[in-house]
């Protein structure tokens, strides 16, 4: 190759370098996707309407009930809401695994933990547990921080991510004042421990073939399996009050795996729902609220 051709391959080497990098640059920052709203988020569920109410019925019959009137307003009129008793939740971590099990969690990534704390001082000590799901605040800072707008608030006040934008810097994971986000490595929990497992000069391989792991997950309706290092694999994720769940007329896994019943979902701008009942009713606090995020999620202690 003389000296021309080479030049001329260097160049247009280059050219579709930096034409590959501009359009990756102008997809990350450009804004993010505009949320549906209107007619065509409403969701008719009419046999869950029909559900009839009775005297001391299982809460969740109740929440069942208040969601289906709640999908048949449209997104903008909705607004998610938690509040969680924890006089009532007992460390069963129910809501924990429940959680794992729904969204196909790999090691590493807890939407949901319980926290644990003793208080008190002998003989008079008690133990407390805390779950502590993403607080969907009003002010996320997490958003704010985001330098590719891969995660922002919808109408009805859920924070999500978009996979596909995040580019992993983890910035929201610093500025959440909850630890409510956490980062998906990759990684499996069989990984170089299920028998025959191939392993590399390094170690294990990461990858898994266990049916249960290899299964795609629907978070934000959409399948994710994870397979060659794809989307979420690398990205910031984080609880996202089970909006594909909401979409079909499910409870939140969490509320539903409850054995306690102590977590209650619903829109807060249904006067005669049960969470605004429980809101105006109770001392309900938020946690870090000096922090000024607005939490969407309230505790009775």
Not at 11 to 26: D, E, N, Q
Not at 257 to 281: H, Y
Request: proline share 9%.
């Amino acid at each position: 190759m003389d000296r021309r051709r080479f030049v001329r391959t260097g160049a247009l080497l280059g050219a579709g370098v930096a034409l590959s990098a501009g359009a990756v640059i102008k997809d990350r920052l450009s804004p993010p996707p505009k949320d549906p709203t209107g007619e065509e988020t409403v969701r008719n569920l009419p046999d869950l309407q029909k559900i009839p109410a009775r005297e001391g019925e299982d809460p969740l019959l109740r929440m069942q009930r208040e969601l289906a009137r709640a999908m048949a307003k449209p997104v903008e009129n909705r607004r998610w809401t938690m509040v969680i008793d924890t006089r009532k939740c007992v460390g069963c971590d129910a809501c924990t695994i429940g959680c794992v099990a729904e969204n196909k969690l790999p090691p590493g990534v807890v939407y949901r933990p319980v926290i644990k704390e003793e208080l008190g001082s002998f003989p008079n000590v008690k133990i407390r547990f805390t779950p502590r799901p993403c607080m969907q605040c009003d002010r996320p800072p997490c958003v704010v921080v985001c330098p590719v707008k891969a995660t922002w608030k919808r109408p009805d006040g859920v924070v999500v991510i978009h996979y596909d934008k995040c580019i992993g810097c983890r910035y929201c994971l610093t500025a959440c004042p909850y630890g409510a986000r956490t980062s998906d490595f990759g990684l499996f929990y069989s990984s170089g421990v299920a028998e025959g497992a191939p392993k590399g000069a390094n170690g294990p391989i990461l990858g898994s073939d266990v049916p249960y792991e290899s299964a795609p997950s629907h978070e934000y309706g959409k399948r994710w399996n994870r397979k060659r290092h794809g989307s979420p694999v690398g990205n910031a994720r984080k609880c996202h009050f089970c909006l594909h769940r909401l979409e079909k007329g499910l409870l939140p896994v969490c509320v539903t795996t409850c054995i306690g019943r102590a977590t209650f979902f619903g829109d807060a701008s249904d006067p005669k729902s049960l969470v605004t009942e429980l809101v105006t009713k109770n001392n309900v606090q938020t946690l870090l609220a000096h922090k000024g995020t607005e939490p969407q999620v309230f505790y009775i202690f």
